[in-house]
Nanobody
Framework: VQLQASGGGLVQVGGSLRLPCAAS????????MGWFRQAPGKEREFVAA????????YYADSVKGRFTISRDNAKNTVYLQMNSLKREDTAVYYC???????????????????WGKGTLVTVSS
């Protein structure tokens, strides 16, 4: 399973950014997908996840109402739309996936099976 996140960069406080993650190596539409992040000096933390059909999503409280996760199964891509960005959103963002189909993305980083290379998001004032 290959996960390739992109779209990171420098953005001002209050701005928006969209992160795509392209997946390959298996039937994308059978698996949940998610995003984690790691801020400087902190542990990796759950951000958002979406079920295989796209019909169910869940978020960390810190991003609820500002971030939206979505997926395009025809393009094998999951997206993280980030609005109203804050300085504390500065982090490396990782695309993640579980090994088994029909299961959600755990909120614990220790339980994640597949990690993509991260993309850095820097929010500055």
């Amino acid at each position: 399973v290959q996960l390739q996140a992109s779209g990171g960069g420098l953005v001002q406080v209050g701005g928006s950014l969209r992160l795509p993650c392209a997946a390959s190596g298996r039937t994308f539409s059978d698996y949940a997908m998610g995003w984690f992040r790691q801020a400087p000096g902190k542990e990796r933390e759950f951000v958002a996840a979406i079920y295989w059909s796209g019909g169910f999503t869940y978020y960390a409280d810190s991003v609820k109402g500002r971030f939206t996760i979505s997926r395009d199964n025809a393009k094998n891509t999951v997206y993280l739309q980030m609005n109203s960005l804050k300085r504390e959103d500065t982090a490396v963002y990782y695309c993640v996936a579980p090994k088994n189909s029909g299961r959600g993305v755990p909120r614990s980083p220790n339980a994640i099976d597949y990690w993509g290379k991260g993309t850095l998001v820097t929010v500055s004032s």
